[in-house]
């Protein structure tokens, strides 16, 4: 930061004011900027690691780290070696995680995924042990656990069936539920799943399961390093049947609706960073925390060009967050939130 300019330049002297009519300027925006202290003073938006979402892969077994190519820093971890991580970012004043289960096998109809003794809920165990406080979210969906890698039940002429999938679902999030996730987080864009997840978490007696809905999510480009992680890439066709034509935003706000009626407690928008009109839409047409999810396209995208050289790291991801959280994202989920923790702080 350069210091003040010279005093001529600010408050010229009474000479130079008549001869120069700078006085028509009645406006001057850059007073607010002047210093970093006066910036901080008036800042429209903060970041705060309470508001971070840390997004983890769990696998069965133990001692296990196998990092993620496509995500660099990123890795599958067995329950224990979660619970040393989530510990680190605790430290760091990360308060929550969302949690994607690996299976050991897959099936047409991912019943694994309702596998009390699944990674996930393993997972859930293990975090809650070690950190009672801590809030763990689990994503419920199907297509790490199908064989053919969509979100829900295929059909026999390859259509993804909406009502059958909803009973596997429940039968997931309830086992979430059981486990200890304090929510859950449905991501597999059937109709009506909020409801039906909310019907059976509430007959099961969770009624304090929260549920965070992915409400507004788009068939992305952008989840190519996740599906690298998951290992849940479609094999036939794409996901454009179940999710959200980019081309469209009216339609996400349909889409929260529903899933605010149906009793979602919390709204996300995915992606985040190419989607921001859509966050703000959503904050401004709803009452319910809206999360945003930073995918890991986003993430993957600002490694490589780190790695390279070619942008300032730490510069871009405090941007990239900081604009997330202006277009109106309450709570961001994002691969980068023990590094933005540690450069919060500094
Ligand atoms: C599962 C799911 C996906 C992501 C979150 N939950 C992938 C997909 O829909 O294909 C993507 C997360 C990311 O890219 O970071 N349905």
Request: glycine share 6%.
């Amino acid at each position: 930061m350069p210091s003040k300019p010279s005093k001529v330049l600010l408050r010229p002297d009474s000479q130079a004011a008549a001869e120069t009519p700078a006085s028509d300027l009645r406006q001057r925006p850059r007073r607010l900027r002047r210093t970093a202290v006066l910036r901080e003073l008036v800042a429209e938006t903060r970041l705060d690691p309470r508001q971070f979402i840390y997004p983890l892969f769990v696998v069965p077994g133990t001692n296990q780290c196998q990092e993620i190519e496509a995500l660099p820093g990123q890795c599958r971890r067995s329950p224990d070696l979660l619970v040393a991580e989530v510990e680190q970012a605790w430290q760091e004043g990360i308060r929550a995680v969302l949690l994607f289960g690996i299976p050991e096998a897959k099936d047409p109809e991912g019943r694994e995924a309702a596998n009390p003794r699944g990674p996930a809920q393993e997972g859930v165990r293990a975090l809650k042990r070690a950190l009672p406080e801590l809030v763990v979210m689990t994503d419920v969906c199907l297509c790490g656990y199908t064989t053919h890698g969509h979100c829900g039940i295929v059909g026999e002429n390859g259509e993804v069936l909406n009502d059958p999938t909803l009973a596997v679902l429940a039968e997931a999030a309830l086992s979430h539920a059981e486990a200890g996730a304090d929510f859950v987080a449905p991501s597999d864009m059937m109709d009506g799943r909020v409801g039906a997840i909310r019907a059976a978490l509430d007959q099961a007696g969770s009624t304090d399961t929260g549920i965070m809905a992915y409400s507004a999510k788009y068939a992305s480009a952008f989840y190519g390093p996740f599906r690298e992680a998951v290992d849940s890439a479609p094999q036939f066709g794409d996901r454009r049947s179940y999710q959200m034509a980019s081309a469209n935003r009216r339609e996400a706000l349909r889409e929260a609706r529903l899933d605010a009626d149906e009793g979602a407690d919390i709204i996300m928008v995915k992606p985040a960073l190419a989607y921001l009109d859509v966050i703000a839409e959503v904050r401004a047409a709803l009452d319910r925390p809206v999360a945003a999810y930073n995918v890991s396209g986003e993430y993957a995208m600002v490694k490589a060009a780190a790695a390279c050289g070619w942008l300032d790291e730490r510069a871009i991801t405090l941007e990239v967050l900081t604009s997330i959280a202006r277009a109106g994202a309450d709570l961001i989920l994002t691969y980068h939130c023990r590094e933005a923790a540690r450069w919060l702080k500094e």
